[in-house]
């Protein structure tokens, strides 16, 4: 039974926190705050052996869970989604502190793993099949969607209970069980809190695992002979290492990877606007989201003025420890992203680009000194292909500004790289702004948008370097964790039809 009576306990006490791993082969890890370093909690971590004991409790537990009713299974969605509910503040506080989030990143985050609960338990109902003209006299057939039984759910550091959540609610409410390996540095928001929800909502015991663990750990859920698709989030690289090891066992892969993506600004643009959406689009959790803006192409009549806008209102930012001032701009995840943040713009500028804002903290905040990954929001322009800041995803808070003389070369510049995530373009006239979306080889395009859009009914998802043309979302979701099986049916046995 759900359980939300207990909505005033914590969620997370500290035998949850510690998870079933403490005192395992896996040790255990505190958990810190980005940049300050401050410690969290203690978590007990996973090992690779781990991966069978929870994978073998799934698939136990998925063949009873398949056979339940669309509603039995919504209602524990509908249960989960209340009990994250009455912990929001709790579950956003976790989510912020592991991440480094400013301000409402946590609350979001709980917004969005509620809305994909409710999306999940609609989805629970919806049809699973389709009849189909048999094949032979008296022959009656349908194909239906079949759950694929188990699924591992690997995730990152970035935003880790959405995308979570994207994954793990739409596999459990189409009949599936799931193991989930989020990122160690962020295992608490990421996963520990779903587990405990879900426990409160009185899903079947061995229906979702947590391993918080490193890569070997992933690894061992994409090669158990039980997992039948995996779902990962995260760079290119893993992605691809990820996807050959499926590939060569045959198991299909859900790959959502990096964005490297275009925010073009045409010539009949409303140039207040595409600011105001340009600063979310690529400060929006410090640049640290797959869809956020890392190419800014603005006509050349624009770019100007465009940059001078930018650089003020950036200027005025304050930096520094989200967990002790009111900051924009928090620490990035580390001081490892840090540095590679500020290599792209060293390599960028020594290759030509001028770098209008940035390099150093502005108006930072009490403690801002001491703390590590501290990076300031940064802009460039004169930025051209060939240059690290144009073709490298960046995920740190800068502003690249390249500026194109007419939809042509603006269309050539934004198709100049490998990734295919989103694209964002600003114009007054949208059929102009449709015309040129059409052109765009990317997953999303948004006419006057923002290149970071998401909901849990839309096909999210890259090609190219950005992913393998899977989508999550919606319907899409079907695709990704059901298999689709033929029955036939004969009103009696009869002769089979003649062959050629
Ligand atoms: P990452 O690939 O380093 O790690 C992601 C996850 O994979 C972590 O849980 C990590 O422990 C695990 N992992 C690492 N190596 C593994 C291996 N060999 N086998 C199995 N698991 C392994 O990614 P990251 O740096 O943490 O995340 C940032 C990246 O994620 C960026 O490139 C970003 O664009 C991408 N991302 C994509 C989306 C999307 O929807 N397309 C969303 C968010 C982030």
Request: glycine letters at 12%; proline letters at 7%; aromatic letters at 4%.
């Amino acid at each position: 039974m759900p359980d939300t009576g207990a909505a005033r306990a914590p969620l997370l006490d500290a035998a949850a926190l510690a998870g079933p791993w403490a005192g395992g082969r896996g040790g255990s890890r505190t958990q810190t705050e980005p940049g300050s370093g401050r410690p969290i909690a203690g978590i007990g971590l996973a090992a690779t052996e781990d991966v069978e004991r929870a994978a073998l409790a799934a698939v136990a537990a998925q063949e009873s869970w398949a056979r339940t009713t669309c509603a039995e299974r919504a209602l524990v969605l509908r249960e989960a989604a209340a009990v994250l509910a009455a912990h929001s503040d709790e579950v956003a506080d976790w989510v912020n502190r592991e991440t480094g989030g400013v301000g409402a990143k946590g609350a979001g985050e709980v917004a969005a793993a509620i809305e994909e609960l409710y999306a999940g338990a609609a989805l629970a109902a919806e049809p699973c099949g389709e009849l189909l003209p048999g094949s032979a006299p008296g022959q009656f057939g349908y194909a239906r969607r079949v759950p694929v039984g188990v699924v591992g759910v690997i995730t990152p550091w970035n935003a880790p209970l959405r995308l979570a959540a994207r994954a793990v609610v739409p596999a459990l409410a189409l009949g599936n069980a799931v193991l989930l390996k989020p990122d160690e540095q962020t295992a608490i928001g990421g996963g520990l809190v779903l587990a405990a929800a879900f426990a409160r909502a009185g899903l079947p015991a061995g229906l979702l695992a947590v391993l918080p663990g490193p890569a070997e750990v992933g690894e061992a859920l994409v090669a158990s002979e039980h997992t039948a698709v995996i779902s990962f989030t995260g760079s290119t690289a893993t992605g691809r290492r990820i996807g050959s090891i499926a590939g060569g066992l045959l198991k299909r892969a859900v790959l959502e990877l990096g964005g490297n993506n275009a925010f073009v600004v045409l010539d009949d643009a409303d140039l207040p606007a595409a600011v105001d959406a340009a600063l979310r689009a690529s400060l929006a959790h410090n640049g640290q989201i797959c869809m956020a803006a890392g190419r800014h192409l603005v006509h050349q009549d624009l770019a100007e003025e465009y940059t001078a806008a930018l650089v003020e209102r950036l200027a005025r930012l304050r930096c520094g420890d989200p967990r002790v001032a009111e900051v924009a701009i928090g620490p990035l995840i580390n001081g490892r992203q840090a540095d590679r943040v500020a290599g792209i713009v060293a390599d960028s500028v020594a290759a030509g680009a001028e770098l209008r804002l940035g390099g150093r903290p502005l108006d930072t905040g009490p403690g801002a000194g001491t703390l590590t990954g501290l990076y300031p929001p940064t802009v460039l322009t004169g930025v051209r292909p060939g240059m690290p800041a144009f073709d490298e995803e960046i995920f740190g808070p800068v502003i690249p500004v390249t500026s194109f003389a007419d939809d042509e070369e603006a269309v050539r510049l934004a198709r100049a790289t490998a990734y295919g995530l989103s694209a964002a373009i600003h114009t007054a006239d949208p059929v102009r702004g449709r015309a040129f979306a059409d052109r765009l080889p990317t997953g999303m395009a948004h006419v006057n948008g923002s290149t970071i859009d998401d909901a849990p009914h839309v096909p999210m998802g890259g090609l190219g370097l950005s992913g393998n043309g899977h989508r999550s979302g919606g319907r899409w979701n079907v695709e990704a964790f059901t298999f689709t099986q033929w029955v036939t049916v004969l009103d009696r046995p009869r002769a089979p039809r003649k062959a050629g």
